[in-house]
């Protein structure tokens, strides 16, 4: 008699079969989410304007103004300097 838990003929067991193989998702399989550009207007920097400045006097925010120009926070800006913002809305 044989001890519980033994195998007798280990070639008697049959192998467990592999879960199929799952490929990760490609880019081109999951589409980019699509977002209508924002009209934009060209503005030039003025001595002593900040982003906050602008983006009130706009109605917009200062992280649409560093999106729409690469800008990372803290970015000094130069008198002259033409920036994008949001185009203003007529209401």
Do not use: F, H, W
């Not at 992280?63 to 994008?84: F, R, W």
């Amino acid at each position: 008699m044989g001890c519980r838990g033994e195998i007798r003929n280990p070639a008697a067991l049959t192998p467990m079969a592999q879960p199929p193989a799952i490929a990760p998702p490609t880019s081109s399989s999951i589409p980019e989410p699509t977002v209508p550009p924002i009209p934009t207007v060209e503005y030039t920097i003025q001595e002593g304007d900040t982003l906050y400045d602008i983006a009130t006097r706009y109605g917009t925010t200062v992280e649409i103004i560093q999106q729409l120009n690469g800008l990372p926070a803290g970015a000094v800006l130069d008198v002259g300097q033409v920036i994008k913002i949001p185009e203003p809305s007529e209401e």
